[in-house]
């Protein structure tokens, strides 16, 4: 069971393109015996509870490789009162929140990407991790692991944590991989993926708890 001192687990994890940091939560998931949810999981869940297409996602992504382009039609709501008023990409996101809430509470659990260390801010046991790595490092990864074109991989990898910061930025109003936001941030490219997952597990068991003034923001 994933718990620390008889409290259950939450792990999110954030990362840059090329980090790994999708198998490394995946290994982690499997080795703590804990659900995992990213992008896919999360989307279907929401287009089950809520009726968004799951289309819907796929366009405010792509949307979001122009942060002009994703703030105009963020703010493009539709001039009624209430939640009616907010634009798609804004209604989406609020559907996002409360899907990730819900798994938090539910139990323990590995959750990538979507925001999820700002969702789940000042839950407690809840710890956030974001994973990184030098260019080169990311580049082989892509390539070797990802199947990227090594012509096209720069680019990819560019227009991908482009997203992720627009993204991020518009709806946090935090700065993307800022490490003031994450209780531990690994450079993936100095240890295997197992040990990164003993890394994170051991971090957890050895955290001290406490509800800081950034997560009551």
């Known amino acids: 069971m994933a718990e620390i ?3 259950k687990k939450v792990i999110t994890i ?3 393109y090329g980090s790994g940091g999708r198998i490394i939560g995946k ?3 499997e080795k703590l015996g804990v659900p995992y949810y990213d992008r896919d999981t999360i989307n279907e869940r929401i287009s089950e509870e809520s009726g968004f297409a799951k289309e819907m996602f796929s366009e405010a992504e792509k949307k979001a490789k122009n942060s002009f382009l994703y703030s105009l039609s963020s703010a493009m709501g539709s001039g009624e009162a209430g939640p009616e008023s907010l634009s798609l990409n804004e209604r989406l996101f609020l559907a996002q929140f409360d899907a990730i809430r819900k798994i938090a509470a539910e139990g323990p659990c590995v959750i990538v990407g979507r925001c999820a260390d700002y969702i789940l801010r000042g839950l407690p046991y809840a710890t956030n991790i974001f994973i990184y790595a030098e260019e080169e490092d990311k580049i082989r990864r892509a390539v070797d692991e990802y199947g990227i074109p090594e012509d096209q991989v720069k680019k990819v990898m560019r227009e991908q944590d482009k ?3 627009n993204y991020y930025s518009y709806h946090t109003g935090r700065k993307w991989g800022e490490h003031v936001n994450f209780n531990l941030c690994i450079d993936s490219g100095y240890l295997e993926i197992d040990d990164i997952v003993e890394l994170i597990i051991e971090y957890t068991n ?12």
């Open 206 to 217: 050895r955290q001290i708890w406490k509800t800081s003034a950034r997560d009551e923001e």
């Open 27 to 29: 290994r982690l998931a």
């Open 163 to 165: 997203a992720r910061a």
């Open 14 to 16: 954030s990362r840059e």
């Open 5 to 7: 001192n008889g409290k």
